[in-house]
């Protein structure tokens, strides 16, 4: 058995319909900007956008190398909001704490 080289985990999406349900192989479209954006992640100037880098925290974003222009520039406003007296929070709640 080899020790220094594992098989990297197959994606897979489920397909279902009322007849059958398949597990499909997902295929090479993946959306996350760690593989559409990969070039662009290295090269980030911003210490926010670094940090979200680094701590996982992105998945999807439009004109990321301007944004990384415009932090750059300076401090930025931004509005992160939530119901605090809602019955429940969902995960969108939690990254927004955990900035």
């Known amino acids: ?18 007849a059958t349900e398949a597990l499909v192989p997902a295929a090479d479209t993946d959306s996350s900007i760690y593989v ?9 100037q911003s210490e926010f956008l670094q940090t979200m880098r680094d701590r996982g925290f ?3 974003c439009t004109n990321i190398r301007d ?5 750059c520039e ?3 406003a931004a509005y992160l909001g939530f119901d605090a ?5 969902h995960v969108g709640s939690l990254l927004q704490i955990m900035i």
């Open 1 to 18: 058995r080899s020790i220094g080289r594992q098989r990297a985990p197959t994606a897979y999406r489920l397909f279902s319909t009322a």
């Open 36 to 44: 559409q954006e990969a070039e662009s992640l290295e090269t980030l």
């Open 58 to 60: 992105l998945h999807q």
């Open 67 to 71: 944004l990384d222009a415009k932090l």
């Open 74 to 76: 300076g401090p930025q």
């Open 85 to 89: 007296t809602a019955d429940s929070l």
